[in-house]
């Protein structure tokens, strides 16, 4: 049974105001300029993703001066699991608060852990309503990381409005903005996502390919369009998985409008690309991250994901389209515009991690609506927005071959010529840990049991008679940026780009004929550990990337914190005067009209970091009392301005609110 909480009557009059306000949102929002008076009414603060607010009474001079104004506790915490699922809830967490609010009218929208939703007061943190699809009432995530969502839509014609948002077990939901209840006329309220996708199953998980839906990021609203992305199990070990196709509904009436095919079918654009007709079985190659959209060209822009079976496609020859990608669509209709595929026939498990950054640049003279792609593989691919033409180019150029038994690798990738890559890639002994010659010697003595060599190196399998492990896959899986992505300055056009650099192997082997028909697979992904417990490769180990993009250059990258606690504490290196180490983990960027705001964590205590805009230099640092799991945002509320974080506040997460103290405010 779904349900619903109903806190504050008078809250629902507030619908009288927001006809002018949401005119004026609208309208800002075409030129890609942040959060408009003070709200975030998008994941990102706007439908381009910036990230951005042109709120200014928080500053260098006083973030240090920053209080906690109000701390909400996740309702999660709440719920009688056990009782409702037995010993199934020994496997449930919900510690990944890692939703972003949305803020609209003095009031937060925000989703849990678990896909609960509330409405907050944005000033008090009061609970004003809240609503409980119970998607863990199967005690099954689709996602391998356990129950996380990273937030919810909102969407308003001036009279009616609407918070709306898919859950990790695959429904899509409209719920009234003012009451929490669902809406009758979005078909109840309610829609399966699995309707209509091939080999899509609510039965988990049993062996015949059929393997359920879900999501774990927001939607985007475009008009009255609601573009939905889904993820799928990388459980049971088949090739046949559902495809996470991409579909548009109208917000009005919940009425499917279109389906956009991440893996052509048929006939259609791209099928070539999957030969042997292997399009016919292969699953995966949607979207799972979050996506954008021009609100003036009408187009939404998917980063989309690998296909099934991320390390060996030697069951999917050909390029794969549309998969690894940045695709296009006119939003009213689905169809495609324009698509630039970032990986031919994907090897490393490099999806597409983030939503496309809009921007609007001048280029050698040239006024350009761009787009900027971060990626794990450590380049940001910039094009026309409306074109998909390259800012700048983007060859193919030669890539090694693949080393395992049936395996047709793509003979080139594209490659950026600008900006520069912001993250280490491929491996050579330059980027080994030398912060002494001994432990220089060892590193050398690791990777000699490995493969490696430039960036899109693929997999190998472990060989006996040669001591090889496997490759070494720099960047990592996890990749240089991943869904944290990159926030834009639109006064400066300048793009701030999170990143880490990190060595991993995948441990590729076969599984019993009974448990898979893959003929490869990765059995385990490794990390590749350095010399005597320490990092594999030099610091740092985590970086912020500041890109001028009006040139496409470097302006400034700094580590992200100086220590790492493992490294700083380790024998070896007592008394040795280290680098800065960047230990201080990717965490997602809120960009202000004065400051750089992330998270920090990884053995310094975990804080609220401010860095100069200019330059990356720390200014300032607030103490949290827990991890930082969300991108952080910023709103206003009668010219007070608010900073949001969702940190890991054990035994139940925590969204915290910082504002300055009354006598430092606007307001006196």
């Known amino acids: 049974m779904l349900s619903v909480k109903f806190f504050n009557e008078p809250f629902f009059a507030k619908t009288l105001i927001v006809f002018v306000g949401m005119f004026f949102f609208i309208s800002k929002s075409f030129a890609q300029l942040g959060s408009v008076e003070g709200e975030w009414g998008s994941y990102a603060s706007d439908a381009g993703s ?3 607010t042109s709120l200014s009474e928080i500053n260098r001079e006083n973030f240090d001066k920053l209080e906690i104004a109000w701390a909400w506790t996740s309702i999660d915490g709440e719920l009688d699991l056990e009782g409702m699922l037995g010993s199934d809830a020994d496997d449930i967490s919900f510690g990944r608060l890692q939703a972003t609010p949305l803020m609209v009218e003095g009031v937060l929208y925000m989703i849990t852990a678990l896909n609960q939703v509330v409405a907050l007061d944005a000033t008090s943190g009061e609970l004003l309503w809240s609503f409980d699809p119970q998607a863990y009432l199967s005690g099954y995530s689709i996602s391998p990381l356990g129950y996380h969502h990273r937030g919810v839509a909102y969407w308003s014609d001036g009279t009616e409005s609407r918070i709306l948002f898919a859950t990790n077990d695959g429904y899509l939901h409209s719920l009234n903005a003012n009451t929490g209840v669902p809406d009758a006329a979005f078909r109840g309220g309610r829609i399966d996502m699995t309707d209509g996708i091939p080999r899509a199953d609510r039965e988990l998980l049993d062996y015949s390919g059929a393997v359920p839906l879900g999501t774990v990021s927001p939607p985007i609203v475009v008009g009255d369009v609601l573009v939905v992305n889904q993820i799928t199990s990388n459980r049971p070990h088949y090739k046949e998985r ?148 390259p800012v700048w180019p983007i060859p193919e150029l030669p890539v090694p071959e693949g080393m395992i038994p049936g395996e047709r690798t793509s003979p080139t990738q594209p490659f950026p010529t600008k900006p520069p890559a912001f993250a280490l890639q491929g491996l050579t002994e330059d980027d080994l840990i030398d912060f002494t010659p001994e432990l220089r010697a060892e590193a050398l003595d690791i990777i000699d049991s490995y493969v490696y060599g430039p960036i899109f190196t693929p997999a190998s399998l472990p060989d006996q008679s040669t001591g090889k492990r496997g490759t070494i896959f720099v960047p990592s899986a ?191």
């Open 242 to 389: 559902p495809p996470t196709w991409v579909r548009g509904y109208n917000i009005r009436s919940g009425q499917l409008i279109w389906t956009f095919h991440t893996i052509p079918q048929g006939g259609e654009f791209g099928v070539e690309t999957w030969q042997e007709e292997s399009w016919r079985y292969t699953g995966n190659g949607g979207v799972w991250t979050q996506m954008s959209a021009d609100l003036e060209l009408g187009y939404v822009y998917l980063p989309t994901e690998a296909p099934t079976n991320d390390y060996y496609g030697g069951h999917r020859p050909g390029d794969n389209l549309f998969t690894q990608s940045v695709v296009a669509l006119n939003a009213l209709t689905g169809e495609r515009a324009w698509h630039f595929q970032m990986i031919h026939h994907g090897l490393w498990d490099y999806d597409t991690p983030a939503a496309p950054n809009l921007m609007n640049l001048t280029v050698d003279g040239r006024e350009i609506r761009a787009l900027a792609q971060v990626t794990k593989q450590g380049w940001a691919y910039v094009f026309d927005r409306a074109t998909g033409v």
């Open 478 to 668: 996890g990749g240089g940026a991943n869904w944290p992505g990159a926030g834009f300055d639109p006064e400066s056009n300048v793009l701030f780009v999170p990143a880490s650099n990190g060595a991993f192997t995948p441990y590729m082997g076969t599984l019993p004929a009974d448990e898979s028909n893959f003929r490869y697979y990765r059995l385990q992904n490794r990390g590749v550990v350095g010399p005597r417990g320490l990092p594999l490769l030099k610091p740092p180990y985590s970086t912020i990337t500041a890109f001028d993009m009006n040139r496409g250059e470097i302006l400034w990258q700094v580590p992200n914190g100086d220590k790492m606690a493992r490294v700083d504490a380790h024998p070896a290196l007592d008394g040795l005067d280290l680098p800065p180490l960047g230990g201080g983990g990717r965490h997602p960027v809120l960009v202000t009209s004065t400051l750089l705001i992330h998270g920090q964590d990884m053995g310094y205590g975990p804080n609220l970091i401010a860095r100069d805009k200019a330059t990356g230099d720390e200014l300032a640092r607030i103490e949290l009392s827990g991890t930082p799991q969300s991108a952080p945002m910023s709103y206003a509320v009668d010219s007070k301005q608010y900073i949001a974080i969702g940190i890991n506040d054990a035994p139940t997460p925590k969204l915290v609110v910082f504002a300055l103290p009354t006598s430092l405010g606007k307001n006196e």
């Open 50 to 52: 910036t990230k951005y």
